[in-house]
Every structure is written in structure tokens, then in C-alpha cells.
């Protein structure tokens, strides 16, 4: 079946970066654009930003531009998040999500048909 | 401060219909669809409502979204104890060029 399967839970210190991974499977992995949202405990979701996993090309949100990475490795189908100089105010819930927009024309939000269970990011 | 307006709570009883109303601007629910998703505790959010106010497989038909302007809104109806839940709207907003969420309005079933 269609799933995202994430890294496991991450303990991290003020000024410090975190990595969390996203295995995708049941599906092309290079098909279909891939979000990472997050949500801060008692919080609503917030968007990171995407990345098309056929070309490789991000787009971040503005409040992090400077300080997340979005990469993925074709390979092993599994898409990356960094986020560097981590603060208290980063701990939360990230999740990553599957557009059900194909990387074969441009980007078009269509929804987040498919996520992962969450990794839990820690930051004290 | 999210850009999409939900209110915090709602809660019914079994059996009821239930609406969850979703605020925003021209520059997002107004020129753009609007999907909603549900998020049961302690897991990750799930698609409710895709493009044109469809439901994905496997989504009951209790579950039914509509659009006016620049408002949006989720019924339940025939409301059941696992319907408790948060739920999120979500569009795109042409000005910020992403995905923006409400902040969720958590229905409990009394």
C-alpha cells in the first residue's frame, strides 16, 4: 500500500540542526510532489515547504528561508528535511505529506492525500 | 495566527449534523479549492475532502463539504463517537504562494 514511513524521534539542543527522514513506498516516488508540515504541541499545522522529488527543486516557506534543507535521495525513495539553529519554538510534530500533484507539470496544490506518522522533534 | 478562521471547538450528540465553518480572503478560499482534513488524537491528519469537494475512498458520506466566497464549511451528519476529532481546512493563497491551514476546530461527541 501507499506510505510514508519517518525517522524516529529526535532530542536536540538550542543552536543545534535535526534531519528527519521520509520513505516512501507502494507508489513512484519521483511522481508526486512531497510537503513537510509541522505542528507545535496543542498548535495547528504550519507548511515547511515541498520539494519535487523528480527534480529535485524546493520551495520553503518564507518564515524558514535560510534555515531548512529539503533534499531527497531517488534511490532509496526517501525525502529530507534539515532544520539548522534549532530553538525551543522548534518543537514540535513534523510530518511529512504527498501532494496528489504529479512533478509532470508545474506545481499546483492538490491536496495532501498520503502522510507519515509524525517525528516527534524535541528542542530544550 | 493562522490565515484560514476556524472556531476552536464544536461538539454534538450522536446522531446530530455538526458544521465546521472555514474564514479566509479572495486571495485564498476565494479563488482556490479548499480541502479538509481530520485528525484523530495522538496521530497524523487525514484527507477528508479533496478537489471539488470530493471524498477519497474510503471516506463515509457523512462527510460533505461546500463554498461560498470566501467561507467554507464541513458537515457530519448522523455524528458518531469516532468522529471526534480535530479538523483542519486548507487552501492555496495566490499571495503568500502556499498552502495555508486554519487552526483547527476540535468536535466532540457528547
Not at chain 2, 103 to 108: A, D, E, Q, S, Y
Amino acid at each position: 500500500q501507499v506510505q510514508l514511513v519517518q525517522s524516529g524521534a529526535e532530542v536536540k539542543k538550542p543552536g543545534a540542526s535535526v534531519d528527519v527522514s521520509c520513505k516512501a513506498s507502494g507508489y513512484s516516488f519521483t511522481a508526486y510532489y512531497i510537503h513537510w508540515v509541522r505542528q507545535a504541541p496543542g498548535k495547528g499545522l504550519e507548511w515547511m515547504g515541498w520539494i519535487n522529488p523528480h527534480s529535485g527543486v524546493a520551495n520553503y516557506a518564507q518564515k524558514f528561508q535560510g534555515r531548512v534543507s529539503m533534499t531527497r535521495d531517488t534511490s532509496v525513495s526517501t525525502a529530507y528535511v534539515e532544520l539548522t539553529r534549532l530553538t525551543s519554538d522548534d518543537t514540535a510534530v513534523y510530518f511529512c505529506a504527498r501532494d496528489g500533484q504529479t512533478t509532470t507539470g508545474p506545481y499546483y496544490y492538490n491536496a495532501m492525500d498520503v502522510w507519515g506518522q509524525g517525528t516527534t522533534v524535541s528542542v530544550s | 495566527q493562522s490565515v484560514l478562521t476556524q472556531a476552536p471547538s464544536v461538539s454534538g450528540t450522536p446522531g446530530q449534523r455538526v458544521t465546521i465553518s472555514c474564514s479566509g480572503s479572495n486571495s485564498n478560499i476565494g479563488s482556490n479549492y479548499v480541502y479538509w482534513y481530520q485528525q484523530l488524537p495522538g496521530s497524523a491528519p487525514k484527507l477528508l475532502i479533496q478537489r471539488k469537494n470530493q471524498r477519497p475512498s474510503g471516506v463515509p458520506d457523512r462527510f460533505s463539504a461546500s463554498k461560498s466566497g470566501t467561507s467554507a464549511s464541513l458537515a457530519i451528519s448522523g455524528l458518531r463517537s469516532e468522529d471526534e476529532a480535530a479538523y483542519f481546512c486548507s487552501t492555496w493563497d495566490d499571495s503568500l504562494s502556499s498552502p495555508v491551514f486554519g487552526g483547527g476546530t476540535k468536535l466532540t461527541v457528547l
